[in-house]
T-cell receptor, first 110, second 114 residues
């Protein structure tokens, strides 16, 4: 089977940096994605890591360590609009399936 | 504009009734997916389809059925066998063979029991 673990909730101050961790267990692994979902909305894609290392996209960065089965999403210069749920998701294999974690709710305070 | 359209936005089901949720995409994507999301939870895969006329069960397929007769359309039927159907249903599509292609989501359908 597969499992992903991420913290249920994180709180940070506007302008700060926050890191959301994700650990996983799976028999097949192609890569790790991150999605953002605002309350009542659709998830939107943020980033993807297939290889070890850091991927940077503007204020957001994502890191993967395949040997540690671990990744994180780093959000810099936090803004109020970043308050949302963030999901890590495993790409299992060539079948295109994604397995999602239970999500981390980020609350950004003034 | 290209995208994924889910309808209706809200749906109510009576006991013993089957209901069908629509999902249409004009992104020319081969793969389509249905997820269920319960309050405060992650997304769980119900069914997915990689090509027309082919689909596979996800982790929670019991009580649901799908069809993929056209590339653009992937309707989900919630049958009376699904005893706890109240949830937020999300449809997604994806392009290409490369694993780094993201899934694009529709705005969802909220299903409730009358």
């Amino acid at each position: 089977g597969q499992s992903l673990e991420q913290p249920s909730e994180v709180t940070a101050v506007e302008g700060a940096i926050v890191q959301i961790n994700c650990t996983y267990q799976t028999s097949g692994f192609y890569g790790l994605s991150w999605y953002q979902q605002h309350d009542g909305g659709a998830p939107t894609f943020l980033s993807y890591n297939a290889l070890d290392g850091l991927e940077e996209t503007g204020r957001f960065s994502s890191f993967l360590s395949r040997s540690d089965s671990y990744g994180y999403l780093l959000l810099q210069e936090l803004q109020m609009k970043d308050s949302a749920s963030y999901f890590c998701a495993i790409h299992m294999d060539s079948s295109y399936k994604l397995i999602f974690g239970s999500g981390t709710r980020l609350l950004v305070r003034p | 504009d290209g995208g994924i359209t889910q309808s209706p936005k809200y749906l109510f089901r009576k006991e013993g009734q089957n209901v069908t949720l629509s999902c249409e995409q004009n992104l020319n994507h081969d793969a389509m997916y249905w997820y269920r999301q319960d309050p405060g939870q992650g997304l769980r895969l119900i069914y997915y389809s990689q090509i027309v006329n082919d689909f596979q069960k996800g982790d929670i397929a019991e009580g649901y059925s799908v069809s993929r007769e056209k590339k653009e359309s992937f309707p989900l039927t919630v049958t009376s066998a699904q005893k706890n159907p109240t949830a937020f249903y999300l449809c997604a599509s994806r392009d290409g063979q490369a694993s780094n292609q993201p899934q694009h989501f529709g705005d969802g359908t909220r299903l409730s029991i009358l």
